[in-house]
Nanobody, 120 residues
Framework: VQLQASGGGLVQAGASLRLSCVAS????????WAWFGQAPGKEREFVAS????????YYADSVKGRFTISRDNAKNTVYLQMNNLKPEDTAVYYC??????????????WGQGTLVTVSS
């Protein structure tokens, strides 16, 4: 399974970005997907996850109300809409596929990461 993340960039605080992660080489619709962020000098942290049906969605407290995770099974793509970005959102963002079908549990596959830099 290969995951290609894109959409990062340099923006000012308050701006929006949409990250995309295109999956290939394996099943997409039957698995849960997630986004993680790794800020400079810090551990990789959970940002959001979405179940295979799209009905179960979870967010880190720090992004609730600002970020939205979604999926398009027809395009084998998972998205992260990031609104009202803050400097503390600066990180490399990784998409990941769950190890087990349906619900998010742990990451089995990782994308290469896309850098989001938010200036104040």
């Amino acid at each position: 399974v290969q995951l290609q993340a894109s959409g990062g960039g340099l923006v000012q605080a308050g701006a929006s970005l949409r990250l995309s992660c295109v999956a290939s080489g394996g099943p997409f619709s039957t698995y849960a997907w997630a986004w993680f962020g790794q800020a400079p000098g810090k551990e990789r942290e959970f940002v959001a996850s979405i179940s295979s049906s799209g009905e179960s969605i979870y967010y880190a407290d720090s992004v609730k109300g600002r970020f939205t995770i979604s999926r398009d099974n027809a395009k084998n793509t998972v998205y992260l809409q990031m609104n009202n970005l803050k400097p503390e959102d600066t990180a490399v963002y990784y998409c990941a596929r769950s190890a087990q079908p349906v619900w998010w549990d742990t990451a089995r596959y990782w994308g290469q990461g896309t850098l989001v830099t938010v200036s104040s």
